[in-house]
């Protein structure tokens, strides 16, 4: 049997809300390498990592891909260290690049790891003696935290899966307002989705594709499927020049973030979760626009919020009732309350007591406590002070999924169409 060795690559940390992506400095790197006829092995990998994490530019991805470990290792470590010094955006305090090289199996202990910066914090020295100790050939630029990333984007196993076509703007129109035809956008979508998805929020008339920062990208369309994102490709217009392609495997829109818990008490801030909890109140709005209400379970209780930037996602919340049970998917955050990201109808609370209807037509009043209800019509009296149970009307429904719209989803967060 032939044991095909290879040097997996990762990288961090390069860009800043000025500019670059790490994942376009992967694709130069790539291309270079071809070019040496050194040929990556599948797909790169583009990692969301802890959408919590403090030094994050964007959306916290790392990005990893592998190589044959022949001859041309070494000529290929140069390129990618000679790009990542060239092309990094060191000039910013938060840009601190790391680079991995590592040539063994990737190990249960490396994928708790990959786990770990999903679900919570590493520091930069916990990584490296991480990463020495599992055999990791370790690259610092500046602060180097980047490494973080960089041994999770090599690591992580991906059970469920999910590409990215990214497509580059030629350097000169960085910073400019994008060329897209918004219109083929929406046929794309129309002619892939649910294949694709994430295009287009039309509730907010939003194009999902197009980023809003200065950076390489000129669109992104995610996918389920290598075969849907070739077909919107072909679909989606552009007038401006395209500098390159890439598609990514990647770990978005996986839920990966997402722990399942049954146990509010269990759950800590910066962690996100799964978890089915009773409401305990109606929810209210704030100023600001953000609404709130309060879960509870057996073990405690948690504010959760439905933030400004969810937008219509504020009004279906706000169906919501005391009493209805509800599966919860999303995170804690600064404030310590949880952030909903989407949630299931378990059942519905459809039940409501009220006065008595007296036989005149005319619902009741209390006649005091203890005594009854009286009619103030007709003068009437019921001895009993129980309430009548009414069937209500619910808008929601029993078993259905509702979620964040496209614009204020994170990245790692499994869209409906995907559950
Ligand atoms: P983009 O999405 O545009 O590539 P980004 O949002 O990924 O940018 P980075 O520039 O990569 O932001 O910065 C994120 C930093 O956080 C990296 O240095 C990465 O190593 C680090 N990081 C990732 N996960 C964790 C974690 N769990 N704990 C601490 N630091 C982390």
Request: aromatic share 10%; net charge negative; with cysteine.
């Amino acid at each position: 049997m032939i044991i095909i060795n290879y040097l997996y690559i990762g990288i961090d940390d390069t860009d800043s809300p000025d500019g670059m992506c790490t994942t376009y400095l992967a694709c130069d790197i790539i291309r270079r390498l071809k070019e040496k006829n050194i040929d990556i092995v599948g797909y790169p990998r583009l990692i969301r990592l802890n959408p919590f994490a403090r030094f994050k530019t964007r959306g916290n991805g790392g990005v990893s891909f592998k190589i044959i470990n022949d001859e041309k290792v070494d000529l290929a470590k140069e390129i990618v260290l000679d790009e990542v010094s060239k092309l990094s955006m060191f000039d910013c305090d938060n840009t601190n690049p790391g680079v991995i090289f590592y040539d063994g199996e990737i190990t249960k202990e490396m994928e708790d790891y990959a786990f770990k910066a999903i679900y919570s914090f590493i520091t930069i020295e916990e990584a490296e003696k991480f990463g020495k100790s599992v055999g990791c050939e370790i690259h610092k630029f500046k602060k180097g935290r980047g490494i973080i990333g960089s041994i999770a984007a090599i690591s992580l196993p991906l059970n469920d899966y999910t590409y990215e076509l990214l497509a580059y703007r030629a350097p000169e129109n960085y910073g400019t307002k994008r060329q897209i035809d918004y219109v083929s956008v929406m046929e794309m979508d129309k002619e892939t989705f649910p294949d694709t998805f994430e295009n287009v929020d039309y509730s907010e008339g939003y194009i999902a594709i197009e980023p809003k920062t200065p950076c390489p990208v000129l669109y992104g369309i995610r996918s389920n499927n290598v075969e849907s994102l070739n077909k919107a490709k072909d679909i989606v217009e552009v007038s401006e020049p395209i500098e390159d392609y890439c598609i990514f495997l990647t770990n978005q829109h996986t839920d990966m973030h997402i722990q399942k818990t049954d146990n509010i008490s269990q759950m800590e801030q910066f962690g996100c979760y799964e978890i089915t909890v009773t409401v305990k109140d109606n929810p209210h709005v704030i100023d600001g626009g953000h609404m709130f209400f309060k879960v509870f379970d057996e073990t405690g209780e948690i504010e959760c919020g439905a933030y400004e930037p969810t937008k219509n996602f504020r009004k279906i919340v706000s169906h919501l009732r005391a009493g209805d049970v509800i599966k919860l998917y999303g995170g804690i955050g600064e404030q310590n309350t949880f952030n909903i990201e989407k949630f299931q109808v378990i059942e519905l609370n459809d039940v409501e007591y009220r006065n008595p209807v007296c036989e005149c037509g005319k619902r009741m009043t209390s006649a005091g406590k203890g005594k009854g209800f009286k009619c103030k019509k007709c003068g009437n009296r019921i001895k009993s002070s129980q309430k009548v149970k009414f069937k209500i009307e619910r808008s929601l429904n029993n078993g259905k999924f509702y979620e964040t719209p496209v614009s204020a989803r994170r990245h790692l967060s499994k869209p409906i169409c995907r559950m």
